[in-house]
């Protein structure tokens, strides 16, 4: 039997390292502190965007970079800017939003690290991801705007990711067939009822991957963990895929291990038995 050594940590934040009221547990962030004082590299990888990540992750854990836009963006958090951006032309992303807009759904955009919506569908996202902390966190990071597509052409720059939010699944999977041919972009969600889009190719997984390599760092030496589909990337390419007890069955079906969920310390859980204590193969 052989340990694999685990020196760098992947997590996704929502549904994750996070709890349903968006808080780091006290037990997740000793874990993940003593995770990094033994020094694992600890990646939060999110589809979030870069403006967005929550301040008890950007303040209160020691960590360098953040994944987020689902790998359209890396963030130094030390140096407070993107050192890495990458998304689909503003022409294609804005014909894309053409069709978008004829339907009854919440939806923004990721320009350089930035979320932009329109205001009169911004006044009323709750009706589509509901009175909770995730619209608490869409209304406090979206810039409003009165026409989204018009916005996006005049930008002249790429888009990081496209976010659909829906109250109705069967307009959701009307958009979707609508979606098939922009053979471009690459779709998936994090949670049931929404459709994330980037530029194909880029995903958590591929800019994982990328940043890992720059530390000599090998996907046999990552742990992922993850609970929704935009995860799968990432766990895909890991030597250590965890999932969480709350994960989609997708999610679980691909994975080595099953955690808690995150209500229960799940990341913490992992941490300890599969990166501090290690893991025989």
Request: glycine share 6%; charged share 25%.
């Amino acid at each position: 039997m052989k340990e694999k050594i685990i020196k760098l940590i992947a997590v996704d934040i929502d549904g994750t390292l996070v709890n349903s009221k968006k808080e780091l547990s006290i037990r997740t962030k000793e874990v993940v502190c003593r995770a990094i004082d033994q020094g694992i590299l600890v990646i939060p990888c999110t589809g979030r965007v870069a403006s967005g990540i929550p301040k008890c992750i950007t303040k209160e854990l020691d960590i360098s970079y953040i994944i987020s836009a689902n790998g359209a963006n890396i963030w130094d958090v030390k140096q407070n800017q993107s050192i890495y951006s990458e998304g689909m032309d503003n022409k294609y992303a804005a014909s894309m939003l053409a069709i978008i807009e004829e339907y009854d759904c919440f939806f923004d955009v990721f320009i350089a690290g930035s979320a932009f919506a329109e205001e009169e569908r911004l006044s009323i996202s709750n009706r589509y991801v509901g009175n909770n902390e995730f619209n608490k966190y869409i209304v406090d990071t979206r810039y409003g705007v009165i026409d989204l597509k018009n916005f996006v052409i005049a930008s002249n720059q790429q888009v990081e990711k496209i976010n659909l939010f829906f109250r109705d699944l069967e307009i959701r999977t009307k958009v979707l067939k609508r979606l098939q041919p922009f053979s471009e972009c690459q779709i998936s969600s994090g949670i049931p009822t929404n459709i994330e889009i980037t530029r194909k190719g880029i995903h958590k997984g591929q800019t994982l991957q990328d940043l890992a390599a720059t530390y000599n760092i090998t996907t046999d030496e990552i742990m992922a963990i993850g609970d929704g589909e935009n995860d799968l990337d990432m766990l895909g390419i890991a030597g250590v895929s965890v999932a969480m007890e709350n994960a989609v069955e997708s999610v679980r079906r691909i994975v080595d291990y099953v955690t808690k969920s995150n209500e229960e310390d799940g990341v913490a859980y992992a941490i300890e038995k599969y990166a501090l204590e290690g893991v025989s193969y």
